[in-house]
């Protein structure tokens, strides 16, 4: 399999948009779905529909199977010491949450530190200013380079003996760094703090492996890599998952209850209450098998092609101003000169062009860019030079509107 033959594998991107073949460039929020995981979604309700780890029978069976088969695909995926680590989610934001509510309110206490940066999502800094409010914590963010980049003197002038957490993300979301994970786990860890990890960026385009980055919590969604919405993983250390307690309560992670009391089931069920996203986590194992195949090296290298073609591209036109660092992940985020994002966006859906126009959830990022917005192009496998070409084909007819209305 080429990259370049699997856009007929998404079915969705077969269709019209205002007359003109769709071209999705807004993966960074969400990735469209192959073939292969609407069907495993679609067979798992016709054949296998069964609550898990309860009935003895064969559906049951069946289901248990397939859910505990999707947390060793997990494990296997990022490279997870055991499939104890790998808990299901409902995203990257719950993974988040789950440890701020869990590990930060049982293991942060005033006067520790919080040390995040200002390129942080809402999802990875907003639970970190509760746990702050709620304990009496400090939040220290790591500077920005003039590129959006941070470096490992900024790094070591942040954390300090109190840093108690260090919650970072792999890849922005806005500007495409990539951030050195490990060298920043290795300081942080000879400070004695744990670090959390927001994947959501960076597991559906290049390979993880959590041992080698030896990050302490590692959270991603589903749904940027071809799986369905509502499925996400937390994995995290067994070691500080055996001491945090459990934050939703009620079936599935239960050992034994009675009137006033009750315990729990070991890891990693014990985080899993409720009916479990079983479908999801189905799709999740497909979506991963589907990326597998095709092999992160040229999914990679296709990505960052597309992004150097459409950044060439991109600097040719007058009026444009883009931000991020030369080096990134494979999206890129814009503005015309004075033309507001949401008008961008709007002129290039009208040629079926899909962009991102907004603050992307990180509204502190934005008044670092001294902006109130942006548009934003991202890349996944499905994508082709064709697609930039439309692309840059509707940047320039945009041009040209607002340069008449102006």
């Known amino acids: 399999m080429t990259l370049l033959d699997v856009k007929s594998d998404f079915p969705l991107l077969n269709q019209q948009i205002n007359d003109h073949s769709l071209v999705y460039l807004d993966s960074a929020a969400t990735a469209q779905k192959p073939q292969v995981v609407i069907d495993a979604v679609s067979d798992y309700y016709k054949y296998d529909n069964a609550n898990v780890h309860r009935g003895v029978h064969t559906l049951g069976q069946r289901a248990t199977d397939a859910y505990e088969g999707a947390r060793e695909t997990v494990t296997q995926f990022i490279h997870a010491k055991d499939s104890k680590e790998i808990i299901f989610t409902r995203g990257t934001t719950s993974s988040i949450n789950i440890v701020a509510r869990s590990y930060g309110d049982a293991f942060i206490t005033a006067g520790d530190e919080i040390v995040l940066t200002e390129m942080e999502h809402h999802s990875n800094l907003i639970p970190w200013q509760q746990v702050a409010k709620r304990t009496g914590a400090t939040l220290k963010f790591i500077p920005l380079e003039v590129d959006g980049t941070i470096t490992m003197t900024s790094v070591k002038e942040t954390i300090t003996e109190k840093t108690k957490l260090v919650a970072i993300t792999h890849v922005s979301n806005v500007l495409g760094t990539i951030n050195p994970i490990k060298d920043i786990t290795s300081y942080a860890h000879d400070l004695g703090a744990v670090v959390l990890v927001d994947g959501a ?3 559906p ?3 993880v492996d959590v041992e080698e980055l030896d990050c302490d919590f590692y959270a991603f969604s589903g749904h940027k890599l071809g799986a369905p919405t509502g499925i996400g993983v937390l994995y995290g250390k067994a070691a500080l998952l055996n001491q945090m307690a459990p934050v939703e309560f009620g079936g599935e992670m239960i050992d034994f209850v009675s009137l006033t009391s009750a315990t729990f089931k070991e890891l990693p069920w014990k985080f899993e209450g409720g009916t479990p996203i079983i479908a999801g986590a189905v799709g999740l194992a497909k979506a991963i098998d589907y990326l597998q195949t095709i092999g992160f090296d040229k999914i ?3 990505e960052k092609a597309l992004t150097n073609y459409a950044m060439s591209k991109l600097k040719q036109l007058d009026g444009v101003d883009i931000y991020g660092p030369e080096e990134r992940c ?3 985020t814009f503005n015309l000169t004075d033309v507001h994002p949401h008008d961008t966006a709007t002129v290039l859906d009208s040629f079926g062009v899909a962009v991102r126009a907004g603050h992307h959830c990180c509204q502190p990022l934005m008044k670092w860019l001294n902006v109130t917005a942006t548009a934003r ?8 030079f064709e697609d930039v070409d439309l692309f840059i ?13 102006f």
């Open 377 to 384: 192009a991202s890349f996944y496998v499905y994508n082709t």
């Open 393 to 405: 084909d509707g940047l320039k007819q945009a041009k040209e509107f607002f340069g008449d209305v």
């Open 205 to 207: 385009h290049m390979a």
């Open 330 to 332: 494979g999206l890129i």
């Open 300 to 302: 990679a290298a296709h």
């Open 201 to 203: 960026q960076a597991v």
